[in-house]
């Protein structure tokens, strides 16, 4: 049984930062990638970033490119999420999930990359989330 943790969450102020962590277990396949999505009340799920365990390829959207980092343990799967420079636009809950990259399609083609980091849609495996507001 597949399963995702997220913890890390918090209250901060704008300007500040948070290191969110992600760690599964149950997974089996040797080639994955990792992805944050978040989700604000009334809004759709969207992708935010994602790292490809084979070659460390990383996607970022365009909304927090240059204040968020993604990477990963060197030997678990489990991955942090540091978020610098916060704001309050990104107030919401942040899911991990998992993905297979068995023929390694995710890592070789940053396209197929980031539209897969970017759609929820058809995605199996999901945390329970963690909640990151961002307020003055």
């Known amino acids: 049984q597949v399963q995702l943790v997220e913890s890390g969450g918090g209250l901060v102020q704008p300007g500040e930062s948070l290191r969110l962590s992600c760690t599964v277990s149950?997974?089996?396949?040797?080639?994955?990638?990792v992805a944050w999505f978040r989700q604000a009340p009334g809004k759709e799920r969207e992708g935010v970033s994602c790292l490809a365990s084979s070659n460390g390829l990383t996607y970022y959207s365009d909304s927090v490119k240059g204040r968020f980092s993604i990477s990963r343990h060197s030997t678990k799967i489990m991955v942090w999420l540091q978020m610098n420079s916060l704001k309050p636009e990104d107030t919401a809950a942040y899911y991990c999930?998992?993905?297979?990259?068995?023929?390694?399609?995710?890592?070789?083609?940053?396209?197929?990359?980031?539209?897969?980091?970017?759609?929820?849609?058809?995605?199996?495996?999901w945390g329970q989330g963690t909640q990151v507001t961002v307020s003055a």
């Open positions: 149950g997974f089996t396949p040797s080639h994955y990638v």
């Open positions: 999930t998992i993905v297979r990259n068995s023929r390694l399609e995710y890592s070789t083609n940053y396209q197929r990359l980031a539209q897969r980091c970017s759609d929820a849609n058809g995605l199996e495996y």
